[in-house]
């Protein structure tokens, strides 16, 4: 039997770290939201009791370092299954970029093996067990709008932003999480306003979703890496409504509202960066 799932990117609203926790996490309040980039998650089920996972993109580990290899093994070692599944990767969101790529690839796994197998699991149960394997998989497992705390998984859902566009762009770099929160001085940052994105959201007001969009960990990566800033920079001067970092980075985007500047602003950034896409929110 083959089952097919999506697994879509997310990019966030805001991003708030309040101090570091005794376990060695960060305490976070972030507003995700999922966007129409998404990879494809091919799932066969094996008779044999093993796990393949298969993808054509080299930055893509193919054993327990992949965490749609991890979400598998998690379901197989908590239920007793003794069957296998080849898991095929069809990567289009690009890999440590910021975008939860890895998280959501687990997140669709896990939703996918539990019909596959037949495990009758809730979203809920689904999502705490995603929480084991990464921050951001419990988002991905519900997908929408929402706000998440702790250290990413406890998530309270959040209405749509309105429809717009949003552009990406990755620059040829990848970005380490531990690095960036290495780097983070909790002491001494600038805290966006998570109240004022959630009443934002909850009003359906474009502008002050523009207004309020913000990242902590915008300014220590584009102190480690010029070429996010200058991607960011390019962006504003193309005419982007609001332009952000999304998670730790590289990738930047931005909003638009209006598709009349949608392709000054793609193809302006086409000259600077390889990987761009101009994709819809999916928010709910």
Known sequence: MRLLVKAPAKINLSL??????PDGYHEVEMVMTTIDLADRIELTSLQ??????LSHNRFVPDDGRNLAYQAAQLLKDRLDIKKGVAISIDKVI????????????AAATLKGLNRLWGLG?????????????????????????????????????LPAPPN???ILAKPTIGVST???YKN???SNIKHPDTEAMISALNRQSY??????????????????????????????????????????????????????????????????????????????
Request: charged share 25%; proline share 2%.
């Open 121 to 157: 699991l809730s979203l809920d149960e689904l999502a705490e067990l995603g929480s084991e394997i990464g921050s951001d998989v419990s988002f991905c497992v519900y997908g929408g709008t929402a706000l998440a705390t702790g250290r990413g998984e406890k998530i309270e859902h």
């Open 207 to 284: 502008r002050d979703i523009c207004d309020n969009l913000g990242n902590v960990l915008e300014s220590v990566t584009l102190d480690m890496y010029p070429e996010v800033a200058q991607i960011k920079d390019q962006m504003e001067r193309f005419g982007a409504d609001a332009v952000l970092m999304s998670g730790s980075g590289p990738t930047v985007y931005g909003l638009v509202q209006y598709e009349s500047r949608l392709h000054r602003i793609y193809n302006g950034l086409r000259g600077f960066c390889d990987q761009v896409f101009a994709v819809r929110m999916l928010g709910e």
């Open 94 to 105: 690009p890999v440590a970029a910021g975008l939860a790529g890895g998280s959501s690839d």
């Open 184 to 186: 983070l001085n909790t």
């Open 164 to 166: 717009c566009w949003v």
């Open 178 to 180: 531990a690095d960036v």
């Open 48 to 53: 044999e009791d093993t796990i393949n996972i």
């Open 16 to 21: 708030d770290v309040l101090h570091k926790r």
